[in-house]
């Protein structure tokens, strides 16, 4: 089909297409298309919440990792990473632990890296002990201090360039009573990729080009979620993430940007709970529609799911959307017609 006829056919439609389509158990894959390596982390993939003790050492190593991969829509962009996936693991301590970090970068990596984690208290949030040539590692400790989610990223000159590219994760530091239970969490990062290439625009399979000339005018050809670029059913996949009727999930979010400043948003949905800025220690808002997410900042959000079907998340700038900046929250279960009744739709048809 054109891609004229792609783009009127379906972007208009494209909540009404997602919802129908993700009724039923077709989900969209994130697993890339011919085998290639994905990056994208699945957002279920975090740890769960420690167990409550006597403060303790963690021992953490991170690998700089340079990899080429799917982009999520057949192209191919070659990432900087930590650990091979975007954005780096959950990692996850409590107030009062003391962290011994070991930063490696892999012999095979062409730059030196590095890692700043916003949770230290100390120069360079770690970055001045961190700069590792490959093949080389280095080792520094911190107490973390305050509770709280924090952004890292590598901090290596062009600093943009490597967070841009997908150099950046979060660290959890837990209250020392912890938080309240919920039933699922997820763990999603958003981030600006540069590319001299046009969105949509490449042959499936071509690597695409990293400009500067965009990166310094802030000009993003695509806004990543977990490293995906695609938009189901744009391109074929999405991020996504299931859940069922009558759970209450939290979700972690974060801005690796490295420019643009999330509103985030869940199509159909309303944050019962905000932690605004990732402050665990703040009250938290209650009966939120969209909250503000700085680039290097992270917000945590809860709601209840109370009816079956497609939530998306989005940055609610919604050009961005278009941009590859889209999750899906798959939500099963019975139909609640005293909360939701509406006749299903057809998706194509509007
Ligand atoms: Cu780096």
Request: glycine share 12%; with cysteine.
């Amino acid at each position: 089909m054109p891609k004229q006829k792609i783009l009127t056919g379906i972007l208009p439609g494209l909540v009404s297409v997602l919802g129908v389509a993700l009724a039923g158990a077709a989900l969209p894959s994130v697993a890339a298309e011919g085998g290639l390596v994905t990056i994208s982390r699945d957002a279920a993939d975090l740890p769960g919440p420690l167990a409550k003790g006597a403060p303790k050492t963690h021992k953490i190593t991170i690998e700089a990792k340079e990899i080429t991969a799917d982009l999520g829509d057949g192209t191919k962009y070659n990432f900087w990473t930590f650990d091979g996936k975007v954005p780096g693991r959950f990692l996850r301590v409590r107030e009062g632990d003391t962290v011994e970090l070991t930063f490696k970068n892999a012999p095979d990596s062409k730059l030196m890296h590095s890692i700043d984690l916003h949770a230290v208290t100390g120069p360079g949030g770690g970055a001045v002990a961190t700069q590792t040539a490959p093949g080389q590692s280095k080792t520094f400790s911190f107490k973390a201090l305050n509770p709280g989610v924090y952004v890292y990223h590598c901090a290596t000159h062009l600093i943009h360039q490597h967070i841009s590219n997908g150099m950046y994760g979060l660290i959890m530091v837990e209250p020392k009573n912890g938080m309240k239970k919920v039933d699922r969490e997820f763990y999603v990062m958003q981030g600006e990729l540069y590319t001299v290439e046009k969105i949509r625009s490449a042959p499936k399979g071509t690597l695409l080009t990293h400009s500067p000339d965009k990166m310094a005018a802030e000009q993003a050809e695509y806004v990543v979620f977990n490293g995906h670029g695609g938009v189901a059913p744009l391109d074929g996949s999405s991020l996504t993430m299931k859940a069922k009727v009558g759970e209450t999930v939290r979700i972690y979010w974060g801005v690796g940007g490295p420019n643009y400043t999330s509103a985030f948003h869940v199509i159909g949905e309303i944050f019962d709970r905000v932690y605004n800025q990732a402050s665990l220690t703040a009250p938290a808002l209650t009966d939120v529609q969209t909250t503000v997410v700085p680039p290097g900042g992270a917000t945590v959000v809860e709601f209840k799911l109370d009816v079956p079907g497609a939530y998306l998340l989005v940055d609610h700038a919604l050009t961005r959307l278009y941009k590859g900046g889209l999750g899906i929250l798959a939500v099963e279960g019975p139909a609640n017609p005293a909360v939701f009744k509406a006749e299903q739709t057809s998706g194509g048809g509007h």
